[in-house]
């Protein structure tokens, strides 16, 4: 789940420092280095500038401090680092070493975690090449793996996140076009087949004509009683049923070749919140959204009442977002508290001003 990209005409450049750890004890920290993306959790050009720095495979581990920069890009970006073998300890200064652990610290942000990882996707696939790191933060670590097959995607997510390898074969049973195959699963990892295209953000009517009806499709097949948790924000059904809710559905989360990813946030509510949450990041598209999917219900539930439910779930959905926000911050550890920090005050003023 991510916050709302806000209209920000130029991103700011992000520079990184590495605290870097090896497999004989922490040797240092670098310079100050450029690297080409701004995101802080995008960290695959992190580990590419390192590799050149140093001449050796690494993997962030996690956030350690940032000054400057505008949630969640730019600035300079400290992060700890662990270096898969001995670097040129030449190219590095002395430094105080992070503190081995820390509350509510993940697995995939202490020493060994990411390998572990990797080790753990190779006992389903047979990898061609490198397992790249492309992500990692306080909600999900991703890694690419290249196969004969074409490229595989390993994900980690934190334990108050839903098995999103047996949601996605939850929507598999009645579409499977519009998930990634599941290739492997286990409590809080799985390993999901690619999806093609790129991301929706720049997104256009025909995508919400071809995701939104079929996305109905299957909540309409899924309705009943609740195979995941319910959300915690309660809604009038206006004729709808509650049923499998995406949780995160922005565009972000679309791909062009029609395909849905990320569903480690769905649960189980009322269908009108993941057309608000779309709404909500595409507001000059709200009228395209509103009507695709409450023409698509009526198809299912000709009696039912869509549009007043979106009215509704418009106040609902921001609810169900800070819930989220919150349940973030009581589970992350301390440093990366920055990704979230005020985001479950800024839904509640989102509510207060949706209150005719």
């Not at 080409?36 to 695959?44: G, I, S």
């Not at 999901?192 to 079929?214: K, Q, Y």
Request: aromatic share 6%.
């Amino acid at each position: 789940m991510w916050r709302h990209v806000r209209v920000i005409p130029d991103r700011p450049d992000r520079s990184v420092v590495a605290l870097v750890s090896t497999p004989g004890g922490f040797a240092g920290r670098t310079g100050v280095l450029p690297v080409p993306t701004p995101e802080w959790n995008h960290v695959e050009p992190v580990n590419a500038v390192l590799r050149e720095l140093l001449g050796v495979e690494t993997s962030v581990l996690r956030l350690v401090s940032v000054e400057g920069g505008v949630v969640p890009w730019g600035g300079t970006v400290t992060y700890h680092v662990e270096a898969h073998g001995e670097p040129d300890r030449s190219k590095l200064l002395p430094a105080q070493e992070p503190a081995p652990d820390a509350e509510h610290r993940l697995p995939w942000a202490r020493l060994g975690g990411p390998a572990e990882l990797v080790a753990w996707a190779d006992t389903a696939v047979t990898r061609t090449g490198p397992a790249v790191q492309i992500r990692t933060w306080n909600l999900s670590s991703v890694h690419r793996l290249p196969t004969a097959d074409g490229p595989v995607w390993l994900k980690a997510v934190p334990s108050f996140f839903c098995d999103e390898g047996a949601v996605v074969e939850m929507v598999a049973a009645h579409d499977p076009s519009l998930v990634p195959a599941v290739l492997a699963s286990a409590p809080g990892r799985v390993l999901l087949s690619d999806a093609e295209g790129g991301n929706c953000w720049n997104l256009t009517p025909e995508m919400v004509e071809r995701v939104v009806p079929r996305w109905v499709a299957v909540q309409h097949a899924l309705a009943g009683e609740p195979r995941l948790t319910p959300s915690v924000v309660p809604m009038p059904s206006f004729g709808l049923p509650d049923t499998l809710t995406h949780g995160d559905f922005h565009p972000g989360n679309w791909r062009s070749g029609g395909v849905v990813i990320d569903w480690s946030d769905a649960c189980w509510g009322h269908p009108a919140l993941d057309a608000c949450r779309l709404a909500e990041y595409v507001p000059a598209l709200r009228d395209v959204i509103s009507r695709v999917w409450s023409e698509s219900w009526l198809t299912h539930r000709p009696d039912s009442e869509p549009l007043k439910a979106l009215e509704v779930a418009s106040r609902a959905s921001r609810l169900h977002n800070a819930v989220k926000y919150q349940e973030f911050l009581d589970n992350i550890e301390q440093s990366e508290r920055i990704y979230h920090e005020g985001d479950p005050q800024t839904e509640l003023r989102a509510v207060r001003r949706l209150v005719p």
